[in-house]
């Protein structure tokens, strides 16, 4: 009796040493990385921020990480829903050296601006610490829908940005593009 106890005491004491062992040695190992993005609302349909972009609450984003050699998924999110601010984060476990990992749009709660910009549409990330990047914080670039017709007041704000001109080139090409 006495010795079955005391080996299974033993037994005891090496498993769960070993399994404590093992997860702080997993730890380490396994990063956990938060992603934090923004999306807007490019209401100017200019392909880049303007005072005019709005944020979108309710859009929908996606993580996705794929092997840089064979393209096989080694990492894919829920679908996540930003904040009233247009905000989001997305936790992600474990290291990504090996693959290239993106956020992209997926749909905008907005029927006039669920387009997805050109530009705009997805980021990449970088999720590993092997590049001299360290911390578990890693900023997407903004991510814009465009809006279904430009605001009035856009020319007056490219204007003053110097861009008229080019806006009105873009206009004329997603017209054209359009048809
Ligand atoms: C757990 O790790 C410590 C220090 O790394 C080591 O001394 C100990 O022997 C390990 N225990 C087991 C059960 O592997
Ligand atoms: C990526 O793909 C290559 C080639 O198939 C493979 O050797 C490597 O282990 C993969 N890496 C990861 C992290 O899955």
Same mark, same amino acid.
Request: charged residues 25%.
């Given at each position: 009796?006495?010795?079955?106890?005391? &080996?299974?005491?033993? /037994?005891?004491? &090496? /498993?769960?040493?070993?399994s404590l062992?093992y997860?702080?040695?997993?730890?380490?190992?396994?990063?956990? %990385?938060?992603? !934090?993005?923004? !999306? %807007?609302?490019?209401? /100017?349909?200019?392909?880049?921020?303007?005072?005019?972009?709005?944020?979108?609450?309710?859009?929908?984003?996606?993580?996705?990480?794929?092997?840089?050699t064979d393209?096989? &998924?080694t990492?894919?999110?829920?679908?996540?829903?930003a904040?009233? %601010?247009?905000?989001?984060? &997305?936790? !992600?476990?474990?290291?990504?050296?090996e693959?290239?990992?993106?956020?992209?749009? !997926?749909?905008?709660p907005r029927?006039?601006?669920s387009?997805?910009?050109?530009?705009?549409?997805?980021?990449?990330v970088? *999720?590993?610490?092997?590049?001299?990047?360290?911390?578990k914080?890693?900023?997407?670039?903004?991510?814009?829908?465009?809006?279904?017709?430009?605001l009035?007041? /856009?020319?007056?704000?490219?204007?003053e940005?110097?861009? %008229?001109?080019?806006?009105?080139?873009?206009e004329? *090409?997603?017209?054209?593009?359009?048809?």
């Amino acid at each position: 009796m006495a010795n079955i106890s005391i &080996i299974a005491l033993l /037994c005891f004491t &090496i /498993c769960v040493s070993s399994s404590l062992n093992y997860s702080y040695g997993a730890a380490e190992e396994n990063m956990q %990385y938060m992603v !934090v993005g923004h !999306v %807007y609302c490019d209401t /100017c349909r200019v392909e880049f921020e303007t005072k005019l972009s709005e944020p979108i609450s309710g859009a929908v984003v996606k993580l996705e990480c794929r092997n840089r050699t064979d393209e096989a &998924i080694t990492f894919q999110s829920q679908e996540i829903v930003a904040d009233n %601010y247009g905000d989001y984060h &997305i936790i !992600v476990e474990g290291d990504y050296e090996e693959s290239d990992c993106d956020v992209a749009l !997926v749909r905008s709660p907005r029927a006039d601006c669920s387009d997805p910009t050109e530009a705009w549409r997805k980021s990449r990330v970088v *999720l590993t610490t092997f590049d001299g990047l360290s911390g578990k914080l890693r900023f997407a670039n903004n991510l814009g829908f465009k809006k279904d017709k430009a605001l009035p007041q /856009c020319t007056r704000i490219l204007q003053e940005m110097g861009y %008229y001109e080019l806006s009105q080139e873009s206009e004329e *090409l997603s017209h054209s593009s359009e048809l």
